[in-house]
């Protein structure tokens, strides 16, 4: 009896000894884990146009779906908490740097997504490549961040100016639009997209009869359109953003172009813009899209989710920014480090497949690739409801939307 007890003594010491040790390892384990990420917290900035004219397409909306990515990923990752904080770049670069850095050194900021305006996504992309910080831009257009821009510390996630105009032009070319009439933002912007839209036209067997420039921002397209017009082109190329954009095809519109035949074609559209025209006034647009919340199950369940905070139907840049963040927090779990060089490593090993990316995966130059759609405005009697206002045409494969590696001007890609 007396022999047992002191077994069952030495077995209690044991088992006691073994379970220290394995509470030590643990904690060391959570220690370490979390000694990998900087600060012992994940600290995401979103910045953007928060009340400006782009506000409508990211803006405080887009903030919104940072917030569904930071939640569904339950608030923290490797049990460290997530922080997100946000502000107003109101489209000046200058102010963009002050605000990011000011974000690195008093919060600590790991990474920065958003980032409307190009000149504002190029300038806080050198920024966080000098304080080894990093950045998912997911509302800037130009290629050139991920081109002469290109750092190892960002990445562009949802679409650029490349994908929105070689790809739509070449896609319409294949419907049947042969003869094009392209007018244009007379600043860079614009200047970009006009030369790869011409380019995709003469490269697939098109024509592009005329082209004119008009000046940003613009409020008066009358003579433009009636220069369209008058060129009897089946297609009006506009090579314009935001209310440009939407003056632009009010213009058309009350000049009777889509009426009498001719494809308004504009190659930078979100919903809002479409919401804002009418169905009456924009029906008919065809354009590149890098997402559609009625494509399938998946992307209507998100939406759905979305519309229940905001009142409306989210745009491919809100659904991109929830895409993005939800990437970067799965790299920083699966690496257990915040590191930006580890969280890049990882996205471009492990593909994008999720409601906004079909066929996604991060190439060398920090271009996400993924399908893109050819969509078309619905007509209002093919109108199902408030938000129904686009049909899907055609999938464009993700090889085939981007520029090509072997035309980079990325300083990473090895040729």
Not at 11 to 38: C, D, E, M, N, P
Not at 80 to 97: F, G, K, M, Q, W
């Amino acid at each position: 009896m007396t022999h047992s007890k002191r077994l069952t003594g030495k077995s209690f010491i044991r088992k006691s000894l073994a379970a220290a040790v394995g509470l030590a390892a643990s904690a060391a384990l959570a220690t370490t884990a979390q000694a990998a990420i900087s600060d012992g917290k994940v600290v995401i900035g979103y910045m953007d146009d928060m009340n400006g004219p782009y506000s409508d397409l990211a803006g405080p909306a887009g903030r919104t779906a940072v917030e569904m990515a930071i939640e569904d990923f339950g608030g923290s990752v490797n049990g460290v908490p997530i922080e997100l904080i946000s502000a107003d770049h109101r489209n000046d670069a200058a102010v963009a740097s002050n605000l990011a850095r000011e974000w690195m050194d008093r919060y600590a900021v790991d990474m920065i997504t958003g980032l409307n305006s190009s000149a504002v996504a190029i300038a806080v992309s050198r920024l966080v490549e000098q304080e080894d910080r990093f950045a998912m831009i997911t509302t800037a257009a130009a290629a050139s961040i991920t081109g002469e821009h290109c750092t190892p510390n960002h990445v562009h996630w949802v679409y650029d100016t490349f994908a929105v105009s070689d790809a739509a032009a070449r896609a319409i070319v294949d419907q049947g639009g042969d003869t094009w009439f392209l007018l244009s933002a007379d600043y860079a912007f614009g200047h970009a997209m006009e030369a790869d839209m011409a380019h995709a036209v003469l490269d697939s067997g098109g024509n592009v009869v005329a082209k004119a420039r008009h000046p940003f921002p613009s409020d008066d397209f009358a003579s433009y359109v009636l220069q369209a017009q008058a060129s009897g082109a089946q297609i009006i190329g506009l090579a314009s953003a935001g209310s440009d954009l939407v003056n632009a095809i009010s213009t058309a519109y009350q000049f009777g172009v889509p009426q009498s035949g001719q494809i308004l074609a504009p190659l930078m559209v979100f919903i809002t813009d479409v919401k804002s025209l009418g169905l009456e006034v924009a029906q008919g647009a065809q354009f590149v899209t890098a997402w559609y919340w009625d494509m399938d199950d998946e992307s209507r369940e998100w939406a759905e989710r979305f519309y229940q905070r905001e009142g409306r139907m989210p745009t491919m840049v809100q659904a991109g920014n929830y895409s993005a963040v939800t990437s970067y927090l799965k790299a920083v779990e699966a690496t257990g480090s915040d590191a930006p060089a580890d969280v890049r490593a990882y996205l471009m090993e492990n593909p994008v497949e999720d409601f906004f990316a079909r066929n996604g995966r991060l190439r060398e130059d920090g271009r996400m690739v993924h399908d893109m759609y050819l969509a078309r405005v619905k007509s209002p009697d093919q109108s199902q409801g408030e938000w129904d206002l686009y049909d899907i045409l055609s999938t464009i494969p993700a090889e085939e939307a981007f520029r090509p590696l072997s035309e980079s001007q990325c300083k990473l890609v090895q040729n």
